[in-house]
Structures are given as C-alpha cells and as structure tokens.
C-alpha cells in the first residue's frame, strides 16, 4: 500500500517569506495529491491538488510540483500571512479513494 | 464544494457507555465514508471504510466491535464506540467522495472524551 513522509514537522516563517513543505509517497500508481489544511479543532480543507499528468499547479498564492520520477510532490506558499498558520497535511492515494496522510507540517507565521 | 455534516461536534460520557457519531453527506449521495481518528497534534489515521450496504472494512489494528460502523443509506454512515474507555478519547472525523469526483471532503469532527 501507499506510504506517504512528510517533511518538515514544524515551520516557522516570517509574514510574507515563503513556506515550502515537502513528501514522499511509495506507490508509483498513485496519481492524484491533494493538500489539506487544518485549522485546530477544525476539518481540514483542500486548499490545492495535482494530477500525476501535470508538473506544477498554480492558485494565487498556493502552488503544488510534482515530480513523478523521484515520487515527491511540495507545497509552495508565497507572501505568507498570519492566517496561512495552521497544519498542512499532504496525501496520497491507496486504491479506490483511500487516502493515506502525510504526519502533517504545523506552519507558524510571525507577524 | 461538497458538504459533510457530523453530529455531534463534541460529546462528553462516561466510561462504559456506548456513543453513536453521525456522518451524513448532505448534497451528494456517498457509497463509501471514511472515519478518522486524530490524537492531538498528531495525523489523521484512517480508522475504516464504510460501504453502503455491505460490511465495513477496518485497518490493521482497529477492533470492528470496539467501532461499529453502519451505512445503512447512500447519505448517512455512523460510528458508534462501544464500552468508550478512556484511552478511546479522541477527535474522531469522518469523509466522503462523491461519486465521479477524488476530492475528499471532511466532516466538522467529533471530539470524545471518556471520563
């Protein structure tokens, strides 16, 4: 079955640099990788995804590449917010619609 | 988006009582749910698959009738903890992915404590 690592565990950044979190995933089948972000005591949100026939994907200020060859995938943000401060899970696929999580990136932005 | 609800948000009992967690997908129709349990600061850990009409399929290590899990309809899926201990206190979640669609959506979640 897929595994997925995730790194780093913790990342503390200051408003408006940039923040990058990184996985790996094991299965070379899986083909869909989307981000979630979760707020404490809340759901988490999809907030971005990739198929695998596309290298880099794009929305205002969250972007997510993808490299299938090497089997990892990253998050992007850029001009970092107070808000942008949550747990960020990354995911991938293991059969039919059953997602296995990364460990999940805690982000901090210091205002 | 798609939307998940579940009930309740938060439940307090005691130990030895039986609690029932509701998942309901409420603009789509849903063969398959998933529950999740989160430990605090940790991942989420996928608990079992719910599958409208047939049995649950649980992961390694899960106990089925410790969590008994019900999809008796195309929108509604319930976990239910029996003999809730305290070691079972955690925020269980649950989700869904509509039919054509990978997008997974997730419930509000449900924290247990179990005194």
């Known amino acids: 079955g897929e595994n997925v690592e995730q790194h780093p565990s913790t990342l503390s950044v200051q408003e408006g640099d940039s923040a990058v979190i990184k996985c790996t995933y094991s299965d070379s089948a899986s083909n869909y990788f989307p981000w979630y972000k979760q707020e404490l005591g809340k759901r988490p949100q999809l907030i971005i995804d990739?198929?695998?026939?596309?290298g880099e994907k794009k929305d205002q200020r969250i972007a997510v590449t993808l490299n299938k060859t090497a089997k990892h995938f990253s998050l992007h943000i850029t001009e970092t917010q107070p808000e942008d401060s949550a747990v960020y899970f990354c995911a991938g696929l293991s059969g039919t619609y059953k997602y296995i999580f990364g460990t999940g990136t805690r982000l901090k932005v210091l205002a | 988006g798609a939307v998940v609800s579940q009930h309740p948000s938060r439940v307090i009992c005691k130990s030895g009582t039986s609690v029932k967690i509701e998942c309901r997908s409420l603009?789509?129709?849903?063969?398959?749910m998933f529950w999740y349990r989160q430990f605090p600061k940790q991942s989420l850990m996928l608990m079992a698959t719910?599958?409208?009409?047939?049995?649950?399929?649980?992961e390694q290590g899960v106990e089925k009738d410790k969590f008994l899990i019900n999809h008796a309809s195309l929108t509604l899926s319930t976990l239910t903890v029996t003999s809730a201990h305290p070691e079972d206190s955690s925020f269980y979640i649950c989700?869904?992915?509509?039919?054509?669609?990978?997008?997974?959506?997730f419930g509000s979640g449900t924290q247990l404590s179990v005194l």
């Open positions: 990739i198929r695998s026939n596309v």
């Open positions: 719910s599958n409208e009409g047939s049995k649950a399929t649980y």
């Open positions: 989700s869904a992915v509509p039919s054509n669609n990978e997008k997974l959506f």
């Open positions: 603009d789509f129709q849903a063969t398959t």
